[in-house]
C-alpha cells in the first residue's frame, strides 16, 4: 500500500516520515502570479521535493466558490477558454516534467442549462485527454460531494458515463471516498454500490473524512482524517486489484498519522 499526501498537509521533512508521495496541490502552491506560472517558485518547490526523493501526482487547478481560492486559477471544465487550457496545459506539462503518472482534475459546474454544460464538458475533457496523451500522463477525474447540486459527477453512474463518452485511455477516475460518502448521506451500503459502479474506471484515491452530511462549512466536505466522521473505508477492499496510491487529503501530519492507522485496521 502507497500512502501519499497532498502538499498542503505539512512541511516536507514531516511528510516524509509518513509518507512515500506528495499531490502537488496547484492552486495552493504560490507558484502563480494572478494566472501567470512563476517558473522560479516552482523550481524552488522542485528542488525540495528531490531532496526528500518523493514521488509525484499533480492535482490541477479547478473551479472553487470558497474566498480563499486564488480567483486567477479558476478552472471550470464545462466552460473552458484559452485561459483555462493553458493553466491545465501548465499542470501537465508539470507532470511529464517530474514524472507523475496523474494529473486530478475536477468535474464542471452545472450552471442554467445542464445539458449544454455537461456536453461541453465532455468535449473539453476530450480535448485534455488528447493533450495528456501527448505528454504521456494520465487524468484523473474525480467525483464531487452531492451535497452541493451545482456539480457534476458527484454520482458514480454520472462520472462513469463521462469517461465512457469522452473514450480515452488517458481519462479514468480518482475516487474521492469523502466525497462520495456526501454523496450516498453517510450510508455504508450506498457507498459501496458507488464503489461497484466506478470500479472499472479508479487509478486513484481521495481519502478523507466527514459526517456524511451538508453543513454550512464547505457543504460538509471537512476533509477530516479517515476515522473521525462516519465513512466506511472498508468499502474499500471491493478494490482487490487496485494498485495505485492511497492519497490522505487532509490538513495536518497528525491527521495523516490517524488516518493511516484507521486505513491499516479497515484494510
Known sequence: MIFGASSFAGPLADLKEHVGLI??????????????????????????????????TVHAPYSAA???????????TARMGEREFALMEESITLANRIGA????????????DREKAYSSMVKNL??????????????????????????????AEELFRTIETVNSGHLK??????????????NSEK?????????????????HDNNGQWTEKYDGDEHMAPGKGCTDF?????LSGYRGVYNLEVFSVEDIHFGKKTLEKSL
Do not use: W
Request: charged share 20%; proline share 4%; net charge negative.
Open 191 to 207: 457507498l459501496r454500490t458507488f464503489v461497484r459502479t466506478l470500479q472499472k474506471h479508479i487509478i486513484h484515491l481521495h481519502l
Open 234 to 238: 472498508s468499502a474499500l477492499k471491493l
Open 23 to 56: 499531490e502537488l496541490y496547484i492552486p495552493k502552491l504560490g507558484i502563480y502570479n494572478g494566472s501567470a506560472l512563476e517558473t522560479e517558485k516552482l523550481e524552488e518547490i522542485l528542488d525540495k521535493i528531490s531532496i526528500y526523493d518523493f514521488a509525484c
Open 173 to 186: 477516475a480518482t475516487f474521492d471516498i469523502g466525497h462520495a460518502n456526501l454523496t450516498c448521506g453517510g
Open 101 to 112: 503518472q496523474i494529473v486530478v482534475l475536477h468535474p464542471g459546474r452545472v450552471g442554467s
Open 66 to 76: 470558497d474566498p480563499k481560492y486564488p480567483s486567477a486559477l479558476q478552472v471550470d
Open 126 to 155: 476530450s480535448a485534455l485527454a488528447s493533450m495528456a496523451e501527448d505528454y504521456g500522463v494520465m487524468l484523473g477525474l474525480e467525483n464531487k460531494e452531492g451535497t452541493d447540486p451545482s456539480n457534476f459527477c458527484s454520482e
